[in-house]
Nanobody, 116 residues
Framework: QVQLVESGGGLVQAGGSLRLSCAAS????????MGWYRQAAGKERELVAS???????NYADSVKGRFTISRGDAKNTVYLQMNSLKSEDTAVYYC??????????WGQGTQVTVSS
């Protein structure tokens, strides 16, 4: 089992920056990939960014060039640096981890609100 705890959400003006953090605990050696999804009000949850154990990254087209995902040295943390934030980035952001058996784990979510 893997537990995920997010932090770093909040209210920011358009054009500003926020950094989300997610710390994993439990059987972290089994984690193959970590990343972030988001869900805006009335919309489906969508992938924002992901990174694999080998360091490959993937971004949604809407955040390319503005968001950067990275892993901590201990590999049990993942960060999402969000720059040039737009009102359409407003959503609840969820950290996720996928283990080597293909099971997904989710954090509780952190609200990001971008005011225009």
């Amino acid at each position: 089992q893997v537990q995920l705890v997010e932090s770093g959400g909040g209210l920011v003006q358009a054009g500003g920056s926020l950094r989300l953090s997610c710390a994993a605990s439990g059987i972290i050696i089994s984690i193959n990939a970590m990343g972030w999804y988001r869900q805006a009000a009335g919309k489906e949850r969508e992938l924002v960014a992901s990174t694999t154990r080998g360091g490959n990254t993937n971004y949604a087209d809407s955040v390319k060039g503005r968001f950067t995902i990275s892993r901590g040295d201990a590999k049990n943390t993942v960060y999402l640096q969000m720059n040039s934030l737009k009102s359409e980035d407003t959503a609840v952001y969820y950290c996720y981890a996928r283990d080597s058996w293909g099971r997904d784990y989710w954090g509780q979510g952190t609200q990001v609100t971008v005011s225009s």
